[in-house]
C-alpha cells in the first residue's frame, strides 16, 4: 500500500528523472559524495500489508545500485576514508560509503556477499540493548501484536481502547495508532514495560530479543573482523535521545562507545543517532556526540555530502536506500542533488 507522502515523493523523483533535470543537475548540486543508509538486505519475502516493507531491500537491488554508481564514477569507501575527504573538499571525483542501523542478521549473511563482490565497505552500527534483548525492536513487535487477532486492548493514560484489526486496512491503521501511543505518549524510560505488557495480554512473551533477526554477539565478532567492515555505536537501548534527559541521553551516547569495547575489543569512531528524524536529534544531542569523542555521527535526514560538511561532521545527512523506492532510477535522482532541498525547505547542506 502506498501512501499519500509516498506517492508525492515518487511522482517528485519521476519529474526530476524524465525532465532530464536529474543528471542536469548532478555536476553542480551532485555534491562530493553520499553516505548510503540501509536496514534490512534479505530476500525472504515480505510479510503482506507491512507498514516496515520501507527497512528491506533484497540483495539484488543493492547489488544493481553499487554496480551502478560504480560505473558512474563512484568510488566506495569506508567511513574513516569517507571522513577525510568530506575534510579535504574530495577534489578527486565523488565517493560512497554505505552505512547499516541495528546489526540485521542479514547483513551479514545476504547483504555481505554482495559487498564482497564490489568490494564495497560498510558501517553497521549496533545498539547493545537489541542485542542482548534487553529492549525490543517494537515496530516489528507491534506488527506481531496486530496480527494476532481481530482486535485488541490498549490502555493509555485516557483509559482503555479497543483497536479494530480485523482486516488488512484496520490492521494497517492499528499499527499506526500504536506506533504513535508508543513514541509519543509512553515517556522514553517506560516504552519496554508498556510494550511487553500489551505484548502479553496478547499471547506474545517478549524479553529474548529477535534471534535470526538480528546478529548475536558471536556474530558481530566475526563479522566486525571482516576487512569490509566497521562496527559503529547505535546507543545503548535504541531510544529517542531528544526524550530523555541530558544525563539519560550522554548515557546513552556515550557509555554505548565502552560497552561496544568490552565486548568487541575495540572502541567504535563512529556513531549513528536512533530515528535521526528531527524529532529524535537537535543541537543537543550533536553536542553531547561530539563531547563523546565520536569522529562521526549521522542522522536519518536526507541528502548528498558537500564540503561544508568538514564543518558539521557531527550531524551528517544519508541517502536512505530502502524498499519503498528499489528502482535504480530512483537512486540515480537522489544522488544527481536535486532532491535534497526539496526534501529539507530548500537547505542544500543539510545538517539538523
Known amino acids: 500500500m502506498i501512501d499519500g507522502a509516498e506517492a508525492i515523493r515518487k511522482l517528485a523523483l519521476n519529474v526530476a528523472r524524465y525532465t532530464g533535470l536529474a543528471p542536469l543537475a548532478r555536476p553542480f548540486v551532485g555534491g562530493i559524495g553520499a553516505i548510503l543508509m540501509l536496514h534490512r538486505v534479505t530476500a525472504a519475502p515480505e510479510k503482506p500489508n507491512s507498514v516496515n516493507r520501507h527497512l528491506n531491500i533484497a540483495p539484488a537491488f543493492l547489488d544493481k545500485v553499487i554496480a551502478d554508481m560504480k560505473e558512474r564514477g563512484y568510488a566506495f569507501v569506508a567511513l574513516d576514508e569517507a571522513i577525510e575527504r568530506i575534510g579535504a573538499?574530495?577534489?578527486?571525483?565523488?565517493?560512497?560509503?554505505?552505512?547499516?542501523?541495528?546489526?540485521?542478521?542479514?547483513?551479514?549473511?545476504?547483504?555481505?556477499?554482495?559487498?564482497?563482490?564490489?568490494?564495497?565497505?560498510?558501517?553497521?552500527?549496533?545498539?547493545?540493548?537489541?542485542?542482548?534483548?534487553?529492549?525490543?525492536?517494537?515496530?516489528?513487535?507491534?506488527?506481531d501484536i496486530v496480527d494476532t487477532g481481530s482486535h485488541l486492548t490498549l490502555k493509555t493514560a485516557r483509559g482503555s481502547t479497543v483497536v479494530d484489526c480485523s482486516t488488512p486496512g484496520r490492521k494497517i491503521q492499528a499499527i499506526a495508532r500504536l506506533n504513535a501511543w508508543l513514541t509519543l505518549e509512553v515517556p522514553e524510560e517506560?516504552?519496554?514495560?508498556?510494550?511487553?505488557?500489551?505484548?502479553r495480554s496478547n499471547g506474545i512473551e517478549?524479553?529474548?530479543?529477535?534471534?535470526?533477526?538480528?546478529?548475536?554477539?558471536?556474530?558481530?565478532r566475526k563479522v566486525a573482523a571482516h576487512p569490509l567492515v566497521t562496527i559503529g555505536a547505535h546507543t545503548v537501548n535504541h531510544r529517542n535521545l531528544k526524550r530523555l534527559s541530558e544525563a539519560e541521553a550522554r548515557h546513552e551516547i556515550g557509555d554505548v562507545r565502552r560497552i561496544l569495547m568490552e565486548r568487541l575489543g575495540a572502541e567504535p569512531r563512529h556513531f549513528a543517532y536512533p530515528y535521526g528524524y528531527p524529532s529524535a536529534v537537535g543541537c543537543r544531542e550533536v553536542g553531547f556526540a561530539r563531547d563523546a569523542g565520536y569522529v562521526s555521527a549521522v542522522t536519518t535526514r536526507h541528502g548528498v555530502l558537500r564540503a561544508k560538511h568538514a564543518g558539521f561532521l557531527h550531524a551528517l545527512p544519508r541517502i536512505s536506500v530502502n524498499g519503498r523506492y528499489q528502482s535504480v532510477a530512483h537512486i540515480r535522482t537522489m544522488?544527481?542533488?536535486?532532491?535534497?532541498?526539496?526534501?529539507?525547505?530548500?537547505?542544500?547542506?543539510?545538517?539538523?
Open 206 to 220: 517478549l524479553g529474548t530479543g529477535r534471534p535470526g533477526t538480528l546478529m548475536s554477539w558471536d556474530e558481530i
Open 190 to 199: 517506560e516504552q519496554g514495560v508498556a510494550l511487553r505488557e500489551l505484548a
Open 89 to 143: 573538499g574530495d577534489k578527486h571525483g565523488q565517493f560512497a560509503t554505505i552505512t547499516a542501523d541495528d546489526a540485521y542478521r542479514d547483513n551479514m549473511t545476504e547483504a555481505l556477499p554482495v559487498l564482497e563482490k564490489h568490494g564495497a565497505p560498510i558501517t553497521i552500527y549496533v545498539a547493545p540493548g537489541l542485542i542482548d534483548g534487553a529492549v525490543d525492536l517494537w515496530w516489528e513487535v507491534i506488527e
Open 335 to 352: 544522488l544527481s542533488g536535486v532532491t535534497t532541498p526539496l526534501a529539507n525547505a530548500g537547505k542544500m547542506v543539510v545538517t539538523i
